[in-house]
């Protein structure tokens, strides 16, 4: 690139570049001091956009165009000249529209007005949902905001801004609990709650990839990409849902002592009659979470549980390890084989012993062929029928995020080809919440290996979507009331035949 004369203003020796662009010599003209009506592409006449050219005309004191390429927008509004008749200053008057707020009220003309149907669109139904699910929440939140970090600067337009960041927004900014949600520094206060996320950083399970230690903190992270509402479910959480983040589990390098303090962690929450949500950590921890939470159900627990592996042997290299829990967890009195079901087992990490187990014991198995074969719904109706039999009082749910192809969820300890694709895997899931849980962990998520945050991201949806399920239905927090019809798309559960008494 060639230079030519330079030449100084104010005693500045500016180098300008013979092949440069208008815009790059509007940029230079920045530099040089110039006024900003001097600057080519800044002439400047009331009404016409200054930053392009007047169709049909020039002036000496308008612009020349940009480019050859440079559309001629001459009323093109900008935001350095607001319009008087707007009243929050823009460049442009308000403009009023017609209002199509009512159920069902289609613009007239419309050439599909069945798309404004709530009954058999979900689009139009999640649409006509956000109007009944209120706004408490969130202005409770922006009064704690503005109450800790401070009224934001006089120039910010928005007074639900604060100085220091303490909610949801931005997105960008904060220290990261699972959702943006709240810290609990006193577990103890745990009861007013209805749900709790803890951290389980425990990867002592491990039998080949390590990390999942810091599946936790990977999780919270990319969660914070997240809202609290959700569009097709219909549901706003800040405004259903009381739940809060307990931070970590103080997990020992030793599996036995792990196990324990997990175990201790989890009871704590659901003696409190709170929803616990794990974030793993390896696959072992599906033990001691559910050794935490059977003690407090009156009856049977059912497990579903959705994975590529049957992890069902005693021991594995000499341990418990995480190729393990579901061995140790049917032997809880009260959460028997015959109610455990799992969900898209399959390809070439099925070790023998832990078949023999499943075979011996009576557990449910489908694979990821059977559920393609069957559709998703009818594989969650046969989960629920499975976990909710022999008299069960509650089910528990343990979603191995490996449980999906590898090519979704590169960060993961033991990533297999052939598993659920995201949209498959999130509609099982949503099915088999859809009675109730009594707890829920995400497992296996490995940070180093992931590729941009993709597997934490699957994890946290996944919570996400079962959590908008608990309160749809009616299980946990409280379901806003409405005047709708059902969501579409959503089968209506058969409950499974019962044999008559003779």
Not at 20 to 31: E, F, G, I, R, S
Not at 248 to 270: L, W
Not at 279 to 305: E, K
Not at 451 to 478: F, K, P, S
Request: glycine share 10%.
């Amino acid at each position: 690139m060639g230079f030519g004369h330079s030449h100084a203003k104010k005693r500045q020796l500016v180098r300008r570049v013979r092949s440069v662009t208008k815009a790059a010599q509007h940029d230079l003209a920045h530099v040089e001091g110039k006024e900003h009506h001097e600057a080519p592409g800044h002439g400047f006449i009331p009404g016409v956009h200054h930053h392009g050219d007047q169709a049909g005309a020039r002036s000496p004191l308008h612009a020349p165009p940009h480019g050859e390429n440079w559309p001629p927008f001459p009323n093109l509004p900008s935001s350095h000249h607001p319009h008087p008749a707007h009243q929050q200053g823009y460049a442009w008057p308000s403009v009023e529209h017609a209002d199509y707020s009512q159920v069902g009220h289609a613009p007239p003309g419309h050439p599909h007005p069945e798309t404004f149907d709530p009954a058999i669109r979900q689009g139009a139904w999640a649409k006509y949902r956000e109007a009944e699910l209120g706004a408490k929440g969130w202005k409770e939140e922006v009064d704690r905001c503005l109450e800790y970090g401070l009224e934001a600067a006089p120039s910010i337009k928005d007074r639900t801004i604060s100085t220091f960041a303490r909610g949801e927004l931005p997105h960008f900014a904060g220290i990261n609990t699972f959702c943006k949600t709240h810290y609990l520094e006193n577990v103890k206060k745990v009861s007013g709650y209805d749900a709790a996320v803890i951290g389980v950083p425990f990867d002592i399970g491990t039998t080949y990839r390590s990390g999942t230690r810091f599946g936790p903190q990977a999780i919270r992270r990319i969660s914070a990409l997240y809202g609290t509402y959700n569009y097709e479910l219909g549901v706003d959480l800040r405004e259903s849902l009381k739940w809060c983040d307990l931070g970590d589990v103080f997990a020992i390098a030793n599996i036995e002592k792990g196990f324990d303090q997990i175990s201790k962690a989890v009871a704590h929450v659901r003696s409190n009659g709170v929803f616990p949500i794990m974030l793993g950590g390896d696959h072992s921890i599906g033990y001691p979470d559910v050794r935490g939470v059977a003690p407090y159900i009156d009856g049977p627990v059912g497990i579903i549980h959705i994975d590529r592996h049957v992890d069902t042997q005693e021991t594995d290299m000499d341990e418990r390890m995480h190729t393990c829990p579901w061995f140790h967890a049917t032997n809880i009195p009260n959460a028997p084989p015959i109610n455990l079901v799992q969900l898209g087992i399959g390809g070439w990490q099925a070790p023998r012993p832990g078949v023999k187990v499943g075979r011996s014991r009576g557990t449910t198995v489908l694979t990821i062929e059977d559920i393609v074969m069957m559709g998703m719904d009818k594989a969650a109706e046969i989960a629920l029928d499975v976990a909710w039999s022999n008299g069960a009082k509650a089910v528990f749910l343990s979603f191995d995020v490996d449980s999906l192809d590898a090519g979704f969820v590169p960060g993961t300890g033991w990533p297999e080809p052939g598993g659920f694709l995201p949209r498959e895997v999130l509609r099982l899931l949503r099915l088999v919440a859809r009675e109730g849980l009594c707890g829920m962990e995400v497992v296996e998520v490995a940070p180093q290996y992931d590729a941009g945050d993709q597997t934490a991201l699957i994890g946290t949806r996944a919570i996400m979507d079962v959590l908008a399920t608990l309160v749809n239905e009616g299980h946990l927090g409280t379901k806003p009331e409405t005047k709708l019809p059902p969501p579409p798309y959503w089968p209506e559960r058969r409950k499974p035949k019962t044999k008559k008494k003779k």
